[in-house]
């Protein structure tokens, strides 16, 4: 399975704002459960949630341990299975470190918006890539106004942007995650 | 723009709990955004919300109008251009007669599910019927544990589920109308 190699992180900092400030964004339930049950249904290695807020790491926790280990656990184990990908972490860096200890090799960072962007690289390559070598990728998406500049600049590879017939391209990450993931690896 | 001959409901009524029995789900917020966002990227005619409930009906229409016409429209207006394409019905036939007469034809029905039936047709199948033909569709969605036997056997066809490259397939029903929207319209 190829999504073994491809792990992703939700980024609630650093992203922008509506004004174009730098934030951090606030945990939100359905990001946690519906990015969780996509990332295991195409058989990714890691849903990382990425946040510097203590409180917001504290949140994200309890929800997921009370689908793993909590009363949620036994109600439904769907969620269980999918919370397990799931880890909470302050920084990027941190879920670099996780992925690079587990694959003992570093990964490479690719980065999605819904801008298009010089240089991006198409879904098609990166499934290809994907299968061909053994190159571990971690796959980052924004929330708020999106992913700041820094953090473009500074990833190994830029996915293009999904794009409708129209020019109206404003999907929520939830929906952005599963049509990115259903594009790398869902059966065609 | 093949995705005008396409409409999709969310169906609230008829649908199964954990336990089997037909119930009226909640409506929740993010299904009304999330889903009329994937709508309106892909070019889609309508986006029926389907509740039987008064008080239900009330809540989806109180949503729409603040981003269609209240503080949300000057706001955000990405979420005003994505909920003008939302109507909320009491039933399934009242979408299918608003579309019957806004295309002087009746609709064919699709349901999908996440189970596996005899006899579904696949996303190509009926990407080519949306490219070929001037029939328009409606195609449902079930919130809850998914939609009642009675309205799959009642449908003109069936759409085959997503399948992961494992067993677990249970997506969001955000995610799985966002996931289907794309393999039937989205660029390759």
Redesign the interface.
């Known amino acids: 399975?190829?999504?073994t190699r491809l792990s992703i992180a939700l980024l609630h900092y650093p992203v922008y704002d509506k004004n174009r400030q730098t934030v951090a964004t606030a945990v939100t339930n359905?990001d946690l459960?519906?990015i969780a049950?996509?990332a295991?249904?195409?058989?990714l290695f890691r849903y990382f949630v990425v946040t510097p807020v203590p409180d917001q790491q504290a949140l994200a926790e309890r929800i997921g341990s009370h689908w793993r280990e909590g009363w949620g656990s036994t109600y439904n184990p769907?969620r269980k299975?999918?919370l397990e990908l799931m880890r909470v972490v302050a920084t990027l860096d941190e879920a670099k470190a996780e992925l690079a200890e587990s694959y003992g090799r570093p990964v490479k960072t690719v980065v999605t918006g819904a801008r298009n962007r010089p240089g991006s690289i198409s879904c098609p390559t990166l499934a290809r890539r994907l299968q061909d070598d053994d190159q571990p990728y971690l796959l980052m998406f924004g929330t708020g106004w999106g992913i700041t500049d820094e953090i473009f600049a500074a990833a190994d590879l830029v996915l293009e942007p999904?794009?409708?017939?129209?020019a109206?391209?404003?999907?929520?990450v939830?929906?952005?995650?599963?049509?990115i993931l259903?594009?790398l690896?869902?059966?065609r």
Chains 1, 2 share one sequence.
């Open positions: 399975m190829t999504g359905l459960h519906d049950r996509a295991r249904t195409y058989g769907h299975e999918a999904i794009n409708g017939p129209g109206y391209n404003h999907l929520s939830r929906s952005a995650v599963s049509i259903d594009r690896l869902g059966e």
